[in-house]
């Protein structure tokens, strides 16, 4: 195993470690707070690479990195050589050599898994078909800013079994939550995912209907029904609607129970304006700690 400190996924770390990311997030967020500089990455560049588009991954890596004093450069794959062909192989033993880590949103998950093989930096997972983890870490500091350890709570996923669902069955296992998931049979969670959940002594549990899922729960989730690269939006539509998150299925969580999405959201699809608009939803404080929980990653990986 490589001694060089990727952030690929949730699962290959010891709680201890996702645990002092956090820290580290919220001690860059408060210094930020307070007006305090900390340019921890003075010197240092970080480049990025899309390989679909992005809004609130790409300013956030690029606003927190420039935040601590350090460059970035911001690649698509349709202007760089990634486009005619070069393998990924190659562009992380070049990238390497001019950059101090390299983060990469991409399809599939292998090419994230090449990138790390070949580069000499650390490389971040900015999310791929498979997972999302850096939006995971962002959720978890926001659930514990507003209720305190998420560890013995119970988190439920309501709507498509996709690439965000498998980070949270990841944070499950490792930082000790309940995860109740509502999917549509033929939309379920990952099973390769969910075998490794069994195996790990995580509590995951599938439930029947979206009601039977966030009933008494601490924090509902959902995500767009339709991801990036994904087919058959109609069908997809279809048999995700009894999933919708509104007032109603809201009502049926714990009193004090928050509503999260990682966004962008599809108004009137997965969840009503009334849910992510209402008191319960934590959605912008989510957005802005990509921010923080990244800078945390950041600051993991690179000291
Ligand atoms: N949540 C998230 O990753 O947003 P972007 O696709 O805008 O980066
Ligand atoms: N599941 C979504 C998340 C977007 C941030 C997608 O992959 O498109």
Same mark, same amino acid.
């Given at each position: 195993?490589?001694?060089?400190?990727?952030?690929?996924?949730?699962?290959?770390?010891?709680?201890?470690?996702?645990?002092?990311?956090?820290?580290?997030?919220?001690?860059?967020?408060?210094?930020?707070?307070?007006?305090?500089?900390?340019?921890?990455?003075?010197?240092?560049?970080?480049?990025?690479?899309?390989?679909?588009?992005?809004?609130?991954?790409?300013?956030?890596?690029?606003?927190?990195?420039?935040?601590?004093?350090?460059?970035?450069?911001?690649?698509?794959?349709?202007?760089?050589?990634?486009?005619?062909?070069?393998?990924?192989?190659?562009?992380?033993?070049?990238?390497?050599?001019?950059?101090?880590? /390299?983060?990469?949103? #991409? +399809?599939?998950?292998?090419?994230? @898994?090449?990138? %790390? =093989?070949?580069? $000499?930096?650390?490389? /971040?997972?900015?999310? #791929? +078909?498979?997972?999302?983890?850096? @939006?995971?870490? %962002? =959720?978890?500091? $926001?659930?514990?800013?507003?209720?305190?350890?998420?560890?013995?709570?119970?988190?439920?996923?309501?709507?498509?079994?996709?690439?965000?669902?498998?980070?949270?069955?990841?944070?499950?296992?490792?930082?000790?939550?309940?995860?109740?998931?509502?999917?549509?049979?033929?939309?379920?969670?990952?099973?390769?995912?969910?075998?490794?959940?069994?195996?790990?002594?995580?509590?995951?549990?599938?439930?029947?209907?979206?009601?039977?899922?966030?009933?008494?729960?601490?924090?509902?989730?959902?995500?767009?029904?339709?991801?990036?690269?994904?087919?058959?939006?109609?069908?997809?539509?279809?048999?995700?609607?009894?999933?919708?998150?509104?007032?109603?299925?809201?009502?049926?969580?714990?009193?004090?129970?928050?509503?999260?999405?990682?966004?962008?959201?599809?108004?009137?699809?997965?969840?009503?304006?009334?849910?992510?608009?209402?008191?319960?939803?934590?959605?912008?404080?989510?957005?802005?700690?990509?921010?923080?929980?990244?800078?945390?990653?950041?600051?993991?990986?690179?000291?």
């Amino acid at each position: 195993m490589s001694d060089i400190s990727h952030f690929l996924d949730i699962h290959p770390h010891e709680p201890s470690v996702l645990r002092e990311i956090l820290r580290r997030s919220e001690v860059l967020k408060s210094q930020l707070k307070a007006g305090e500089v900390d340019r921890q990455m003075a010197g240092r560049t970080l480049v990025m690479i899309f390989e679909k588009p992005s809004t609130r991954t790409r300013v956030s890596f690029q606003v927190g990195f420039q935040q601590m004093g350090g460059m970035t450069v911001v690649m698509g794959d349709q202007e760089s050589q990634l486009g005619r062909g070069e393998t990924l192989a190659d562009t992380a033993r070049v990238l390497s050599r001019y950059a101090d880590a /390299i983060m990469i949103r #991409t +399809d599939d998950p292998q090419k994230l @898994q090449d990138l %790390a =093989d070949y580069a $000499t930096v650390p490389v /971040i997972n900015g999310l #791929t +078909d498979a997972s999302h983890p850096c @939006q995971i870490m %962002a =959720d978890v500091m $926001t659930y514990e800013e507003h209720r305190g350890p998420i560890a013995g709570r119970t988190v439920c996923w309501v709507g498509d079994g996709n690439n965000v669902t498998t980070s949270w069955i990841h944070a499950a296992v490792k930082l000790g939550f309940t995860l109740k998931i509502a999917c549509p049979e033929s939309l379920p969670p990952n099973p390769g995912v969910m075998a490794w959940a069994q195996e790990n002594g995580g509590d995951i549990q599938i439930a029947e209907t979206a009601q039977e899922a966030v009933s008494g729960c601490d924090l509902v989730i959902t995500d767009t029904w339709v991801s990036m690269g994904d087919e058959n939006p109609e069908m997809r539509r279809q048999v995700l609607l009894p999933y919708r998150v509104d007032g109603a299925l809201m009502a049926q969580a714990a009193t004090d129970a928050l509503f999260m999405h990682c966004l962008p959201a599809h108004r009137g699809d997965e969840v009503t304006d009334e849910v992510l608009d209402g008191p319960q939803s934590v959605i912008w404080d989510e957005a802005e700690n990509r921010l923080h929980a990244q800078k945390g990653i950041l600051s993991w990986c690179l000291n």
